[in-house]
């Protein structure tokens, strides 16, 4: 039976994804004048409506915005944003825009819902590292560094002989050998994982589609996060990434690249959770650090301020929700977009209106609520 309980798919553009060339004002005059050398062609550009457009690179999500599954979050970010990759992330991640955070905001939603970890694999990360916004103490995340059909510790030996393995490795992590909060997470997470592998590792044994993914990265691990839903082990909190949108220089193509690769790898994966009948409980957010600097330096964009996110699903109510910063040249904030929604708002939407959770303790405070979610 299929697993019902909201599931969120996290989607991160690591690295500063240009806001401006993703969510075009192509009938705003300001725009070809701020990009000579990355502006978008008006036959490259598939209108939205009468105010924004899409780079035809971007042109599976247009399928979703005309489904009214697709909502734009505009300006989004915080005041006195950082341009710095990693204070940016950190962020975002731990919504801690003044101190330096220690725990992720998924990471507390995990501990909310399953605060005696009955289940190891509640969240997935798919990817080699550990996302700060899943790091939270007595919370284990699965994180995969490839295709699940080949995860696992030590896949290749088998039997008593692997008990033994896993025994001894469980020890290196004892708390004998050192104690505090990095080597007590470490051993739990260490011992958790070990727990989780024979779980997770199931997943494709129990998925076959006739969808095609496309063979490009965040293709293969939306389908790994596929693969993970619909084998219904309990997994409500998928995280992966794609980068790098740090595109101060070859824009273009750049930007093309990465963002077709995006486009076609969640076309792919709602096409897939679709045929699976495992769409309906699934809500997939996109987001970047920061936006990029309004005038092009020739060549690319720097880094901004306020950015786009995206949030994609069945009960996505499709809209714009909020408006673009003005790019009059003195409206801008160290020629940035100025944020005129605090990302916050964003995930206190989510916690509340999909995860049924108050977003006060987990976001640390009170923030609007945009109503794109039914």
């Known amino acids: 039976m299929a697993n019902t309980d909201p599931c969120v798919v996290v989607l991160q553009l690591t690295g500063g994804n240009d806001y401006i060339n993703t969510t075009i004002p192509y009938n705003n005059p300001l725009y070809r004048d701020n990009r000579p050398a990355v502006g978008i062609p ?16 971007m042109a599976p999500m247009k399928k979703f915005w ?23 992330m950190d962020i975002w991640h731990t919504c801690e825009p003044i101190k330096v955070g220690t725990e992720g905001w998924l990471g507390r939603v995990a501990r909310e819902f399953d605060p005696h970890k009955e289940n190891v694999v509640q969240v997935v990360s798919m990817g080699p590292s ?6 939270c103490p007595g919370v ?47 051993s739990e997470t260490a011992i958790d994982s070990l727990k989780g592998e024979d779980i997770i590792k199931v997943a494709p044994l129990k998925y076959t589609s006739t969808v095609e993914y496309p063979n490009t990265p965040i293709a293969r691990k939306l389908k790994g996060i596929a693969q993970a839903h619909c084998a219904d082990i309990g997994s409500r909190i998928f995280y992966c990434d794609h980068s790098t949108f740090d595109t101060h220089a070859g824009q273009n193509p750049g930007h093309s690249l990465l963002w077709s690769a995006v486009s076609q790898g969640v076309e792919a994966f709602w096409a897939d959770l679709r045929e699976h009948n495992h769409a309906d409980n699934v809500v997939m957010l996109l987001f970047s650090e920061f936006g990029r600097r309004v005038h092009d330096n020739g060549s690319g964009t720097d880094h901004g301020a306020g950015g786009v996110a995206f949030v994609l699903g069945e009960k996505v109510k499709g809209g714009h929700y909020g408006e673009m910063p ?49």
């Open 42 to 57: 008006d036959n490259n550009i598939i209108h939205l409506d009468q105010t924004y457009g899409i780079p035809d690179y």
């Open 66 to 88: 005309d489904d009214g599954k697709l909502a734009i979050l505009h300006g989004v970010g915080w005041k006195e944003s950082p341009r710095s990759h990693f204070r940016a």
């Open 130 to 135: 550990l996302p700060r916004a899943l790091v």
């Open 140 to 186: 284990p995340v699965a994180c995969v560094a490839g295709p699940l059909e080949r995860y696992g510790f030590l896949p290749q030996v088998q039997g008593n002989e692997r008990t033994a393995v896993l025994d001894r490795f469980a020890k290196m992590y004892s708390p004998a050998l050192g104690s505090g909060p990095v080597m007590d997470y470490l």
């Open 326 to 374: 003005s790019m009059e040249a003195s409206k801008l904030v160290q020629g940035d977009l100025d944020p005129n929604m605090d990302f916050r708002s964003v995930y206190s939407t989510i916690l509340d209106k999909w995860l049924g959770l108050n977003p006060a303790p987990i976001v640390n405070g009170t923030f609007e609520k945009p109503a794109f979610l039914n």
